[in-house]
């Protein structure tokens, strides 16, 4: 039997943390105990919690008397650095305690610290923030999120080269088809940034990917390209509108299904699909953004999410490590 992955787990960072992070914890190892918890935070706090759960091999407690909140800017939390829970797990990565770190906390702050401390990869100039989303036939990757608001072509070229080594770490019997989001599919539309991305992909052969070429908005869910890159602007605003519309879609469609007894009815003897479509834009199942191009991996877990999200984080962290995410990164970034 191969060695638990060891998560370094920032505790206290994101809403209802700890008992969110202990009970996603908690849920994740009653699905599989391919995973070890390093936990940083409040010790006296999380001993009660683990105790509670009665999952204390599993975990060990690094004690760390600050934390990072929600509403600190990236400068401040730089400030305050490793004597935090966030800081001290990103550390544990570098210094090889642990394989990878989970955190619920600030966006702004664990993307400027796990830059400070982890350093970049070679050639990459910039990070990305992938996140997966469904489509008709499985899942894509998406990048950038919102690590960077604008980028150069030379960015999108090694976004793509990152975003397809994530995707064949997770999905490794898939192929990886890689299409830059556009106003319009056409070889001519688009920026210049857009433009040249384009022809440099169209024109180097990847044996690890398949370039698609532009793909607009509208067909970002089509399933036809699996690793949809753009700037960060841009897929923050797409991430934000595909999951307001899903939580729209579910509640209208709840508030349509009981207004009537008729309807009700309906519900009832539909059920089974309700539940299977709900489950489909359940976006806690996508939950987990991955910090690319840094010498160490980086998960992010949506702060507001509950304990079933944060535990398909900590099986997303899993996945990453088992599939060698930084190994294969390193050689996509070879052969661009």
């Not at 191969?2 to 960072?13: F, L, T, Y």
């Not at 935070?41 to 999380?46: D, V």
């Amino acid at each position: 039997m191969s060695e638990p992955v060891i998560i370094a787990v920032d505790a206290m960072g994101g809403e209802g943390s700890p008992n969110k992070v202990i009970d996603g914890i908690h849920y994740s190892i009653k699905k599989s105990k391919d995973n070890f918890f390093n936990l940083y935070g409040n010790k006296n706090i999380l001993l009660e919690l683990i105790d509670k759960k009665k999952i204390k091999k599993y975990c060990n407690i690094i004690d760390t008397t600050d934390f990072i909140s929600d509403d600190e800017s990236p400068l401040t939390a730089a400030k305050k650095g490793k004597n935090t829970s966030m800081g001290s797990a990103i550390h544990a990565v570098k210094d090889k305690k642990a394989d990878i770190i989970l955190s619920a906390g600030n966006t702004g702050a664990l993307l400027i610290l796990s830059r400070m401390i982890l350093n970049m990869l070679s050639g990459v100039e910039k990070p990305a923030l992938a996140g997966l989303w469904p489509n008709k036939k499985g899942i894509n990757v998406v990048l950038d999120l919102g690590a960077n608001i604008e980028c150069k072509y030379s960015n999108l070229i090694d976004f793509s080269n990152m975003g397809s080594a994530l995707f064949k770490s997770l999905f490794p019997d898939e192929k990886a088809f890689v299409a830059l989001l556009n106003v319009a599919s056409e070889e001519g539309k688009g920026n210049e940034n857009l433009k040249k991305a384009y022809n440099l992909l169209k024109e180097n052969f990847n044996s690890n990917y398949d370039f698609f070429g532009y793909i607009e908005g509208n067909h970002i869910m089509d399933g036809s390209a699996n690793v949809i890159v753009t700037d960060g602007f841009t897929g923050n605003v797409a991430l934000k509108t595909a999951e307001g519309t899903a939580n729209f879609i579910i509640k209208s469609l709840k508030k349509s299904l009981t207004k009537t007894f008729i309807n009700k009815l309906s519900m009832i003897l539909s059920r089974n699909s309700l539940k299977e479509f709900q489950s489909k834009l359940d976006p806690r199942k996508y939950n987990g953004a991955i910090l690319l191009g840094l010498q160490g991996p980086v998960v992010k877990s949506h702060g507001a999410t509950d304990y079933y999200g944060f535990a398909h984080s900590i099986e997303m962290c899993n996945k990453i490590i088992r599939g060698k995410l930084i190994d294969k990164i390193k050689l996509n970034l070879l052969k661009k």
